[in-house]
Structure formats: structure tokens, C-alpha cells
């Protein structure tokens, strides 16, 4: 079985709406000691938005979330589940990459 990927989220704007993930980590306990969003990569290339103090998910929707792989911003594809498991998203220029292989 595959180890579940962490991916740390730090903020790249003043205003904290554009997120990009850091070196990801399979240790949950130690990015959520450290920050307050990570995205959780259960499935590769499908990444959980995760919030560890709890986030509104009309404010989670604002967020722009960078793709870990190649740096644009990705797509929700499926809504928050609660307030700290919030959208899943997907990258749609990897995807498209992936299917012109
Ligand atoms: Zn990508």
C-alpha cells in the first residue's frame, strides 16, 4: 500500500486566498503541529483541502490552490465535506498531460 502524501500549505498573496503546497510529507501529526492548511493525497493527483482549525466552505471556495506537480492553480471537483475537510481538487494541465500519453 501506498503511504497517504501530506502536502503543507503556505500562503503566496498578502491576503492569504492563493495557497502552494510545500515538499510533502507522509507524517500528518507533524504539518498539522506546524500549519494551519494541507491538502491530503490519498488518490495521486487528487488532493483533499484539509484545514486543522476549521474553515467555512464559501471561504474555502475562495481559495486558489496551486498543484503540487506543475504550479497552476486547480480545480475543485468535488465540494467540502465539513469545515475541516473541504474541497477535492484536481489538476486539470496534469490530467491533460496524463491523457495525451
Ligand atoms: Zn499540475
Not at 6 to 32: A, N, Q, W
Not at 55 to 61: I, K
Not at 84 to 98: A, I
Amino acid at each position: 500500500m501506498q503511504d497517504i502524501k501530506y502536502h503543507p500549505l503556505i500562503d503566496c498573496d498578502s491576503d492569504g486566498t492563493e495557497k502552494v503546497p510545500m515538499f510533502f510529507c507522509t507524517d500528518e501529526k507533524t504539518i498539522r503541529q506546524e500549519h494551519k492548511m494541507y491538502l491530503e493525497e490519498i488518490i495521486p493527483e487528487y488532493y483533499r483541502l484539509r484545514s486543522v482549525k476549521g474553515m467555512s466552505a464559501s471561504d474555502a471556495e475562495k481559495l486558489i490552490i496551486h498543484c503540487p506537480c506543475c504550479g497552476k492553480a486547480m480545480t475543485a471537483i468535488v465540494k467540502a465535506r465539513d469545515n475541516h475537510n473541504l474541497g477535492l481538487y484536481n489538476c486539470p494541465e496534469c490530467n491533460s498531460k496524463k491523457g495525451a500519453k
